[in-house]
């Protein structure tokens, strides 16, 4: 029998799933490779396999999702510049396509958000990047030593059929400009943003709950006397019952205001703004720009925790994490 073997370390991956839970380059050792890393929840195996065609320019700091039996990538970072690009993978020949774009383009960044609205729609939403022609109803602010760098809360839609780019207009309380925060599907028609950084308050614990059925946007209040997580950016989240009623989002991770590594994991019913924090396996660690997908089994939701790094500016792991959930209760 072949021995087992395990993604190599590394942190700012692409991650996405479908059933199998798809995991490729990050900035570590995987850094510019072709090979993608398959988790099988039924074997409980991952299996490395090259990838063909012209490779996605992000190495890390994009954004992933799968619909159908392609996997699609936007944006990221090589280290000295950002991009913009929408890549195509298909699962069943693993050869990657550039996708043609037109339309309003957004600009080039990472630690945007990026997710399914259905088999046809992509929402990508805010991230950092260079200054380009600010979206109607979008703020862009600059940061860094290079005053073209800066965050924005630019908010898009992309037809994967049409390959076109739009900047619908959104309602309510739209989040301010901000990167590496978690944006998450929790059912067939909302998505939940959490955390992040921005620019002159550091890291932010905000709620933010996106409708598009009504193209609207509420910030969830906190309520007086309840539990509620610290600012934190570099985090990761997931969904632990889509589209059940009282959709759970789980946050774990990430670092604090203070460049602090959290281990802390928490859970949102996402009906009633109210967290619960739930106490993570003795055997995780903390850490930050790691990744977290889910599939559902019989009953339960698997959540796959991989990679990132345990100390601020320390080492990259390559430390895999399975949780199981019940799929109502949510209880470890």
Known sequence: MDAPVEPSPRFSQFSAVDGHHYMWR?????????????YDPSTELWSLLPTTGPLPPGEYGGCSVCVGRCLYTFGGTDGSSYVNDMSKLDLDTLQWTKVQTSGSQPMKKRGCGLVRVNERTLCCFGGKGIDGTTQPGSTFTKSGRNRRNGQTNEFHFFDIQTGVWSS???????????EDFTFTMVDQHRAVLFGGYERGRGEANDVYLFDFRTMEVTKVKPVQGEPWPVGRSQLAACCLNYGQDHPQLLVYGGVDKGYNTLRDMWI????????????????????????ITTSLGPGLTEVLVFGGKREWRGDVIAETTVLRFAAISAQL
């Open 26 to 38: 990050g900035a570590g050792p995987g850094q510019g490779s072709n090979i993608i890393a398959v």
């Open 168 to 178: 619908p207009e959104l309602k309510g309380e739209r989040p301010p400009p901000c």
């Open 268 to 291: 949102l019913d996402v009906d009633n703004g109210k967290w619960t924090e739930e106490a993570p396996p003795e055997s995780m660690t903390p850490r930050y720009y790691h990744s």
